[in-house]
């Protein structure tokens, strides 16, 4: 076992254009690993002995194991993951054009100045019609431009892979990639009974009677390493087209958030399935293998639908590489029940819409009497009992350290009594307006955001994200008699390294797990010394941004009413539906009509005055067709100008305008 590495696995949630803050995040996160790496590379260059070694450089390594996600988190995982094999300059300063670095470039650049009509904003192409055809709605905005994106993120060159000397070290050569996926089909998981073996029952002709569930809960597990050969993992070899195209379908996939943004049609083999099933619920699982089908095909829709945090999944593979590291080692019950291994990982969250202020419970103390409150909170509790992360609540996260989470934070200073301090915000990034959608009205809050995630991450990795002195070694008072963490080793109290990265808080000395070789001197209060990042520019949308947005926006909600109406009035039109259903259908609609119908002489009153009526209209049709087309336009725009109100109102709420 290597002590003196660290392993941690990065888990993002779903986000949607506050994927930006999130992009920031791994960007900083990056430069401060890359940083750090080359000054080790040059210490060992050097040697210890050395006059310019330089000995406040931390010497352990940390290697991110695996990056997951769901929706827009899962987007950032897959185009991580693609970056890496071709590098990845950090972005300091916001830029206007593409600046390489394919996180900015995809988050905060979105689609702008390309596609058909490179002079419109991304949001503005989101607002074509064209996606509409033959009264077919894909979803409520253009998803053609999320393509685009995703089209423009797979195009990578590769200039470097594992094993290559230029290759990361803290980088895995055995880096996973989890993106979650929710299948509206479902798994077909059938558990069949001993009544199923009777001769009552001709396996060849009868079904045969099992008790029936289905799996709507899927991920997309992808391993850069060519020789790991376990059927649970996809390869992800990224001089293949094939494979790049795979990796960002399930990108896709997982970001086709409901209704909103396409869903996506996806097939994957029974085998894949199987071994996902076995690692789900063992491999002894006894069930109907033949009920899945060779090529199982499904409609994919948003992974944060089901499972928007997919920090078990990372744990999982972290376990399972620290079970690797222990092999070999002495067990616990050999070295005594008080040994407690180090926990050599950790799983870091980075979540843009932290749930810990949410709280339910007041509001459903009443009785809910009327259908109206039933319905809306019992689709609520469905999703989070789904949410509900079972086996995760029973297992890891047995240190404080194996878990660490990064959300937005942003300080503004007040005075009070005549004394200056720093407060929390209460809306910290700009793209979690209007439920996440905020940020593609305006590049302004993707820039922002993330920064503030670059910014948020300097922080995270000096105060947050470490290692108490007491958890690191055995102490007595103020002296170290041994260390308990093997990658704090020669962390002596009044070494170099400690006295610049050492972080005091409520009179205990933390240690850093990754250092950020920005820092000078951790418990400084000068910004030079203990590194912290300026505060990002935070500009604001103004009213006449917004209204170049109403005529687009009000040119969607008429193309999308039109289509929905001849769906329903004309609903064997559609493309979906074959010959043969149109015929059943129409067949149907006969036997209601004739069989299920009231009364002949109820009907012939009903025919006479549908007769009178279309006589009425054929009379004053010129009218009438005024009237629908006024309805229609009065509709739209009445419409638009709710949608602009709650737009206002939010963006108001928030400072946004």
């Not at 690993?33 to 406040?56: F, I, T």
């Amino acid at each position: 076992m290597n002590n003196n590495k660290f392993r941690i696995g990065i888990a993002m949630a779903g986000a949607v254009s506050a994927g930006a803050y999130t992009a920031g995040v791994i960007d900083y996160l990056l430069e401060a690993l890359e940083r750090w790496e080359q000054a080790k590379k040059k210490n060992r260059e050097l040697g210890p002995s050395h006059k310019d070694y330089d000995h406040s450089v931390p010497m352990h390594d940390v290697v991110i194991d695996v990056l997951g996600g769901a929706s827009a988190g899962g987007m950032t995982a897959a185009i991580t993951s693609l970056a890496m094999f071709e590098g990845m300059n950090p972005v300091r300063q916001p830029a206007d054009g593409q600046t390489g670095n394919r996180l900015y470039d995809s988050w905060v650049n979105l689609n702008d100045g390309s596609g058909p009509r490179p002079e419109m904003v991304t949001f503005s192409q989101m607002l074509l019609n064209d996606d509409i055809t033959d009264g077919n709605i894909p979803s409520l905005l253009n998803s053609v431009p999320v393509d685009a994106i995703a089209e423009k993120a797979k195009n990578i060159q590769v200039n470097k892979q594992p094993g290559d000397p230029s290759w990361p070290n803290y980088i895995s050569k055995d880096l996973e990639v989890i993106l979650t996926i929710c299948t509206l089909r479902g798994v077909p998981i059938e558990i069949n009974f001993g009544s199923a073996e009777s001769d009552e029952f001709n396996k060849e002709t009868d079904p045969v009677p099992a008790f029936k569930m289905y799996l709507h809960k899927g991920i997309a597990h992808f391993t850069i390493n060519p020789n790991n050969h376990a059927e649970h993992l996809f390869h992800l070899d990224p001089n293949l087209e094939a494979s790049r195209n795979q990796l960002m379908e399930c990108a896709k996939a997982t970001g086709a958030f409901p209704v909103g943004l396409r869903s996506r049609y996806m097939s994957t083999p029974r085998s894949y399935i199987k071994a996902h099933l076995k690692r789900m619920f063992g491999e002894n699982i006894n069930i109907n293998w033949e009920a899945i089908p060779e090529n199982f095909d499904f409609t994919a829709v948003d992974g944060g639908t089901i499972n928007n945090e997919p920090f078990g999944e990372v744990l999982r593979v972290l376990e399972e590489r620290n079970e690797a590291d222990l092999a070999g080692e002495e067990t616990t019950a050999e070295r005594g029940l008080e040994y407690f291994p180090f926990k050599n990982y950790a799983i870091l969250m980075i979540d843009p819409f932290p749930s810990f202020e949410e709280n339910i419970d007041e509001a459903m103390k009443k009785e809910l009497s009327s259908v109206v409150d039933v319905v809306p909170q019992l689709l609520g509790a469905l999703r989070r009992q789904a949410m509900l992360k079972e086996s995760e609540l029973s297992k890891g996260f047995t240190k404080e350290h194996t878990r660490a989470m990064i959300f937005p934070v942003r300080r503004k200073k007040v005075t009070e009594d005549g004394v200056e301090k720093e407060v929390k915000e209460k809306y910290a990034i700009a793209c979690g307006s209007l439920g996440g959608f905020g940020g593609f009205f305006s590049k302004k809050f993707r820039v922002h955001d993330f920064f503030l995630g670059r910014k948020n991450c300097q922080s995270f990795l000096r105060k947050h994200f470490t290692i108490s002195a007491k958890d690191a070694f055995v102490m007595a008072g103020d002296q170290i008699l041994s260390v308990e963490c093997p990658i704090f080793e020669g962390w002596a109290k009044n070494s170099p390294v400690y006295r610049r990265f050492a972080y005091t808080k409520g009179g205990m000395d933390f240690l850093p797990i990754i250092p950020d070789l920005r820092i000078a001197n951790a418990n400084s209060h000068k910004d030079e010394e203990n590194g912290t990042l300026p505060d990002p520019e935070f500009e604001k949308i103004t009213y006449a941004e917004l209204r170049t947005l109403r005529g687009p926006i009000q040119s969607r909600i008429r193309k999308v009413l039109f289509s929905l109406v001849k769906y329903l009035v004309f609903p064997s039109d559609h493309p979906a539906v074959s010959k043969e259903e149109k015929r059943f259908n129409r067949r149907v609609r006969q036997l209601v009509h004739w069989r299920l119908n009231n009364g002949i002489s109820l009907r012939l009153v009903l025919w006479a005055l549908l007769i009178f009526v279309a006589l009425f209209f054929v009379i004053l049709i010129p009218i009438t067709i005024v009237v629908l087309i006024c309805l229609y336009f009065i509709i739209a725009s009445t419409l638009a100008g709710r949608i602009f109100q709650i737009v206002v109102a939010d963006f108001k709420r928030r400072g946004l305008i």
